[in-house]
C-alpha cells in the first residue's frame, strides 16, 4: 500500500482563493489512516459543487480512510495530493472513487484522483472500481492511483456521450486485475485521450493463481471503436513469472475494439509465464474489428497476438527495430527441403549454403553431421550457413526459424579483403546490442557466437571497418540440438550484400556431393552436382522416379573424356536430337547387353565406337549416306541387316561376324564396270604358304587367305592350311 509518494505542495494562494478551494481537512477530514474520513469528505464536495469549486485533499502521511462511495460531480474538480483509503471488505464490489455521471460532461477540469483499498480485492467482479471517470473532455488529469481493485481506472464514455482530448499523466496503478479499463456504453464514443508515463505493475505475491491485464480497451456493443488513444512512456510489469497456474495468462494490452491506438516507447518487463521466455509471451492481444494500431517498445518485446478480423496493426521493440527494418539479402528457404545427401549415406548438402566444421574454418560443399527429420534438417555439432560481403554492409541481422525446443545459435566468422580468417581473440570486430551479446571462441576455425539461442527478433550485429566478408552460420543451441528449418540475413543499413555458401560452387544453387543417394526419401528431378568428376565418375546423378530413395541415374551432360561409368543397376540412355544428326545411344536390349547406336545423316558424320575387348557386342549399327567407320579395339562385332542400300565402307580391325542372310556385296548388286576403279571386295593375304593356327575361329567358318606369291588361295580346316590352285 502506497502512503503519498511525489506530493507537491498546494500553493496557500490556491487554498483561500474566494472560497472556491474546499479543503477536506477544514470539513473535519483527519486522514491519519484510521478515522473514518467519508462524512467530512462528502461535506466539501457538496459546498464545492454550490460553486463549483475544487475539493482538496492536502498531504497526509498515510491517508483518508473512506467507507462508501466518493462521488464527484462533473463541476467539482477533485484535488487529491493524498489517496483515499477504500477499508470495505472484499464482499463489497462498488467503485472507489467517482467523477461525474453517464449523463453528466466533464469539461474543462483539472483533476487528481487516488484510490487505495486496504482489503485487496479478490479480482472477481469488475463492478471493485478504483476510480472511474464519466465523459471527461480537454481535462488535463495531473495524476491517478489506483491500486488493489479489480478495475484499477476506467474510464467511461456513455449515454451517447464523448470522452476525449483529455492528457493524464504520471500515473501509478498497483495490484489491480486490470490497470485501465477504456470502454464506451450507450452509443458513447472515447477517443482522443493521452496517457503519459503510466505505470502498470503487480506484485510478485498477489494473486498468483490468476490472470492480470494492463491496459483494456472495449465497448458494450452499442458503440463506434475506441481510437487515438496515445500511450507514451508506459511501464507494464505484471510479474507474470510469479503465476502459479499454467491455464492463466498475462496480457499488457487487450484490445477489443481499438482503432488507430499507438503505443510508444513503452517499457515490457517480467509479463510472461513461468517456464515460458519473452520471446513467447504477448504484449498485446488484438479481438473482434480493432485495427491500424501501432507498439513501440523502449524495453522488452511488441509480441502481438492477432485475433482480430482486420490484422493491421504495426509493433516493434525498439532493441528489435535493427532486426526489423532492414534489407533481406539472402533466404535460404526450407532447408530441408533443399538438403540432400551427398556421399549416397553420411554427408549433406544444401542449396545455396555451406557445411561447416568444429574443428577449422573450412567451408564444405557437404559434410556429415546432420540428420534429416520431417520439416527440419537436425544436427549437434556442425554448421550451416552463407558467407556475406561486408563491404558496404556493416550491420547485419539474423533471423532464425526453429522448432520449438531445439533452437539455434549464430556463429559469425570474418575475414579481411585478403580473405584470411580475423582472429578476434584480441581485437574485436562484432559487436551488438546488449541485450543479446557475443563472445568469441576457437570453434570452426574461430568465430564469435551470440551469446544465447536466437529468437523470433534475430540476431543484430555491427561488424569492424576491417571486415570485408562473414560467414553466418547455425549451431546447435542450449539444448545441445538446432532443428532448423529455415534462416535469412538482413542488411540493415539497406545496402546490397552479395552471398554465396562459402566455397565456389561448381553449379549455383544445386546440390553437391559424390555419390546417388542410398537412403532417403526423394522427388522425381532431384540433382546432385558431382564434385569431383572424371573418366570413370560422372558429372552429376538425376533422379527419375522419385522413391526411397527412388531411381537414380549418371548424368554425363556435355561433359568430355568419359572412358567409362559405374555399373549402373538401370540402363543409360543419352540422346542428341534422335531424329536427325548427332548421337543416339538406347537403352540395352531386354534380352542381352549391347546398345543401338544410330550415325547422324550428314554426309560428313562418322561413328566410332571401341569395345576394349570386353567381348561385348554391338548390335544393329546403322550408317548414312556417307562414310561410317567402326573400329573395334579386338572385340567381336555384329553387323545386322540393314535396308541401306547406299554406299558404306566398314573397316574392321579384328574380327567381322555377318548374319546368314545377310548378301555381301561389292558393287551396290549389280556388276562392275570392265574399267571400274572402286567397288573390289578385298581380303587379306599372305606371301607364301601360312604356317600359324588360327584363333577365335568361329563355329561353322573357315579362316581364308590368299597367297600372292604362288596367286592360290589357302583355307585352314581340320586343322591343316589345304590350298586351290594357282591361278592363271
Avoid at 243 to 267: F, G, M, S
Wanted: aromatic share 8%; charged share 10%.
Amino acid at each position: 500500500m502506497s502512503t503519498n509518494p511525489q506530493d507537491i505542495p498546494l500553493p496557500l494562494t490556491a487554498v483561500d482563493r474566494g472560497g472556491a478551494v474546499f479543503n477536506v481537512r477544514g470539513f473535519g477530514a483527519v486522514g491519519d489512516g484510521t478515522t473514518d474520513d467519508t462524512a467530512a469528505i462528502n461535506a466539501a464536495i457538496a459546498a464545492a459543487e454550490l460553486v463549483g469549486g475544487t475539493v482538496l485533499f492536502p498531504p497526509v502521511a498515510i491517508g483518508y480512510v473512506v467507507s462508501s462511495t466518493i462521488t464527484f460531480p462533473a463541476t467539482v474538480s477533485p484535488d487529491m495530493r493524498s489517496p483515499v483509503l477504500d477499508s470495505r471488505s472484499t464482499a463489497v464490489n462498488l467503485p472507489c472513487l467517482v467523477w461525474g455521471s453517464a449523463s453528466t460532461v466533464i469539461l474543462h477540469l483539472r483533476g487528481q484522483l487516488r484510490a487505495v483499498r486496504t482489503n485487496l480485492s479478490d479480482w472477481t467482479d469488475e463492478g471493485c472500481v478504483g476510480v472511474r471517470i464519466y465523459n471527461a473532455q480537454t481535462c488535463p488529469i495531473a495524476h491517478v492511483q489506483a491500486e488493489r481493485f479489480t478495475v484499477g481506472v476506467q474510464m467511461v464514455a456513455a449515454s451517447a456521450n464523448l470522452l476525449a482530448y483529455c492528457e493524464l499523466g504520471c500515473s501509478r496503478l498497483v495490484d489491480n486485475k486490470i490497470g485501465l479499463d477504456l470502454t464506451a456504453t450507450g452509443g458513447g464514443a472515447n477517443n482522443g485521450c493521452t496517457f503519459s508515463r503510466w505505470r502498470f505493475a503487480v506484485n510478485s505475491g498477489t494473486h498468483t493463481g490468476l490472470s492480470r491485464y494492463g491496459v483494456r480497451i472495449t465497448h458494450d456493443g452499442t458503440c463506434t471503436p475506441l481510437n487515438e488513444h496515445l500511450f507514451v512512456g508506459c511501464s507494464f510489469e505484471l510479474s507474470g513469472t510469479a503465476i502459479t497456474d499454467p491455464t492463466k495468462e498475462v496480457v499488457p494490452v487487450l484490445l477489443e475494439h481499438a482503432w488507430q491506438c499507438t503505443w510508444w516507447n513503452y517499457r515490457e518487463e517480467g509479463n510472461y509465464l513461468p517456464g515460458g521466455s519473452a520471446a513467447a509471451a504477448i504484449f498485446v492481444r488484438i479481438t473482434n474489428d480493432s485495427q491500424d494500431n501501432e507498439f513501440r517498445a523502449h524495453y522488452g518485446f511488441a509480441n502481438v497476438d492477432e485475433q482480430g478480423t482486420k490484422p493491421s496493426s504495426i509493433y516493434f521493440a525498439r532493441t528489435t527495430y535493427l532486426t526489423q527494418q532492414a534489407r533481406q539479402v539472402f533466404d535460404s528457404g526450407a532447408v530441408w527441403r533443399n538438403a540432400i545427401v551427398a556421399d549416397g549415406s553420411s554427408t549433406w548438402s544444401v542449396q545455396r549454403c555451406g557445411i561447416g566444421n568444429s574443428s577449422v574454418a573450412t567451408v564444405y560443399a557437404h559434410n556429415a553431421g546432420w540428420t534429416l527429420g520431417s520439416t527440419y534438417l537436425q544436427t549437434t555439432s556442425a554448421a550451416v550457413g552463407v558467407r556475406v560481403d561486408t563491404t558496404a554492409a556493416k550491420r547485419l541481422t539474423v533471423k532464425l526459424n526453429t522448432l520449438a525446443g531445439y533452437g539455434g545459435q549464430v556463429i559469425i566468422r570474418c575475414y579481411d579483403s585478403a580473405g584470411a580468417v580475423l582472429d578476434g581473440s584480441a581485437t574485436t570486430y562484432v559487436k551488438t546490442h546488449g541485450g543479446a551479446g557475443v563472445f568469441w571462441s576457437t570453434n570452426y576455425g574461430g568465430v564469435y557466437y551470440s551469446g544465447s539461442n536466437v529468437g523470433a527478433p534475430g540476431l543484430y550485429f555491427v561488424v569492424d571497418a576491417a571486415v570485408a566478408e562473414v560467414w553466418i552460420g547455425v549451431v546447435a543451441g542450449s539444448t545441445g540440438t538446432v532443428r532448423l528449418r529455415s534462416f535469412s540475413v538482413y542488411s540493415v543499413d539497406g545496402a546490397s550484400a552479395a552471398c554465396d555458401p562459402g566455397f565456389r560452387e561448381i553449379a549455383p544453387g544445386a546440390n553437391h556431393g559424390t555419390a546417388a543417394p542410398a537412403s532417403g526419401t526423394w522427388a522425381t528431378g532431384s540433382r546432385i552436382v558431382n564434385v569431383a568428376p572424371s573418366s570413370t565418375a560422372p558429372s552429376a546423378w538425376v533422379c527419375t522416379a522419385g522413391g526411397t530413395p527412388g531411381t537414380w541415374v549418371p548424368y554425363v551432360g556435355a561433359a568430355t573424356g568419359i572412358t567409362s561409368l559405374p555399373n549402373q543397376a538401370t540402363p543409360i540412355t543419352i540422346a542428341a536430337n534422335q531424329s536427325g544428326y548427332g548421337l543416339d545411344v538406347r537403352n540395352p536390349h531386354a534380352s542381352g547387353s549391347g546398345v543401338l547406336i544410330r550415325a547422324g545423316s550428314d554426309s560428313n558424320n562418322s561413328l566410332a565406337v571401341v569395345d576394349a575387348a570386353t567381348g561385348g557386342t554391338v548390335r544393329n549399327a546403322l550408317f548414312g549416306s556417307g562414310q561410317a567407320n567402326l573400329a573395334t579395339g579386338g572385340g567381336a562385332v555384329t553387323v545386322g541387316a540393314t535396308t541401306n542400300t547406299r554406299a558404306a565402307r566398314l573397316k574392321v580391325s579384328g574380327k567381322a561376324e555377318f548374319d546368314s542372310d545377310i548378301h555381301m556385296t561389292a558393287g551396290g548388286g549389280a556388276d562392275l564396270a570392265t574399267t571400274a576403279v572402286v567397288g573390289f571386295f578385298q581380303v587379306s593375304t599372305c606371301n607364301g604358304t601360312p604356317s600359324g593356327t588360327p584363333t577365335n575361329v568361329v563355329a561353322g567358318c573357315t579362316p581364308m587367305l590368299f597367297d600372292r606369291a604362288a596367286k592360290k588361295w589357302w583355307a585352314y580346316t581340320g586343322g591343316t592350311w589345304l590350298s586351290s590352285p594357282a591361278f592363271t
